[in-house]
Structure formats: C-alpha cells, structure tokens
C-alpha cells in the first residue's frame, strides 16, 4: 500500500513567486490535513479538508495561501507571493472518515525561498 | 484552545539507559493522544494512540505511553533505548467526535542514543 505521497520532496522559490505543493492521500483516505513546521518547532495546522470541501482552515494565513482537494486528483497547497518567512517543511497527513482514526503523513516538502 | 508541551529539547541517553519523555495537554474536552517519531529524513511515524479503554498503551518498538487523566499527562517510556531510535519525537493531541479532528502538536524531543 502507498503511504501518503507528496511532491515535490524539495522546492525552491524566489521571492514574489508561487509555491505549489502536492499531497495524495493513502488509499481509501478521504480526509486531508496540512501543517507546516518550521525551523525548532513542532508542526502546527493549517487546513483540513475533504473531497471538494474545505473543512477548517483556520491555521492557514489569510492572503497568498490557499489549498484545495478536487474531487479527481491530489490536494494542493498553493503560496502565492513567497516571501522568506514561508520557508519551512509542509507535511500532509491523510485519515479515514472515522474520527478515532490516526492521521498517517507524507514525507513533506521542504519549501525554501530565495 | 488546546495546546501540548514537550518538557525536554533534548536528550542524549547511553544504549540500555531508560527513557521517559514528558508530555502534558491542555484541553476542554475528551481528547486522542499520540506519539509520533520522525527518523532523520524520513516522515513521521505513528509509535502509539490512546482513545480510550486501559490508559496504559503499548506501541511499536518497545515504546509505551501511560495516560494520566488527573495529571493531564500522556509520558513515553522506553526500558532500554537502542542507538536506532535516536530521533525526534513528538507528542500531539486531538479532540473527541463533534470537535476539532487537526492534530495539535508539542515543540518536540530530539533523543539522540549515544552507542
């Protein structure tokens, strides 16, 4: 069974450019969670979603970012306008519907700008 | 709002020497509770969960957690460490059904086993 898959592993930016960033959940996945975690500190949340729908995001910035999980493909997590501060890892986790299900992760994208 | 603390940056242990890594949350609620690692490069792996039933809870490799409610504790424990498990751990809370299902992460631990 593929594990969570996220792509790319490495991304490089200028500033003032846009950042996008995959993640496919495991099979039979249909609950999606972004977190960034930056240099000496634990993960925080950005955004939870499900097929089509935007569940919370209430750890997402409110301009330049934006995420999205169409109904045929993977989710995307998009940066507009990078500046240095987004420099960090962003890791995607996936889980079954249930609520007592663990969320399983990729194994992130590590974002650097220039 | 919920919020987890990790109390110890970081941890250099001998092979065979015992771990106890501590983890305390702060939440309104009934909660979930994990560990996870993360080895050099790699992702992060579930070691172990609580839900609910016996608050002692066994996981992979050897690790163990016991969920003091009183106490709002959820510590790691290792018997004997071994030089593979040099790695960052960290521990992460989450609410019951009807709450918030993101994940709530501590800072981390960095263990590093010195052979």
């Known amino acids: 069974n593929a594990g969570v898959m996220q792509n790319p592993r490495h991304l490089v930016r200028r500033r003032g450019q846009e950042a996008r960033l995959r993640c496919s959940p495991m099979?039979?996945?249909?609950?999606v969670y972004w977190y960034r975690q930056l240099p000496e500190e634990g993960l925080k949340f950005m955004v939870y979603?499900?097929?089509?729908?935007?569940?919370?995001e209430s750890g997402m910035p409110k301009e330049r970012f934006s995420a999205e999980f169409p109904k045929e493909g993977p989710s995307i997590l998009r940066i507009q306008q990078v500046v240095r501060g987004d420099s960090a890892a962003y890791f995607c986790a996936s889980s079954r519907g249930q609520s007592n299900q663990p969320q399983h992760f990729g194994d992130g994208t590590r974002l650097s700008i220039l | 709002a919920q919020s987890v603390s990790q109390h110890n940056h970081h941890v250099i242990l001998s092979e065979a020497a015992s771990l106890e890594l501590g983890c305390n949350y702060s939440y309104g609620g009934t909660v979930n509770l994990f560990w996870y690692v993360q080895y050099p490069g790699q992702h992060l792996q579930l070691l172990l969960k609580y839900f609910s039933g016996d608050p002692l809870v066994k996981g992979i490799k050897g690790f163990e957690a016991e969920f003091i409610k009183s106490k709002f504790s959820f510590n790691l424990r290792k018997p004997s460490v071994q030089w593979s498990d040099t790695a960052e751990y960290f521990c992460?809370?989450?609410?019951?059904?009807?709450?918030?299902?993101?994940?709530?992460f501590g800072s981390g631990t960095q263990l590093t086993v010195l052979p």
């Open positions: 099979k039979g996945h249909s609950h």
């Open positions: 992460a809370v989450n609410g019951r059904p009807g709450s918030a299902r993101q994940l709530t």
């Open positions: 979603l499900q097929k089509e729908n935007i569940i919370d």
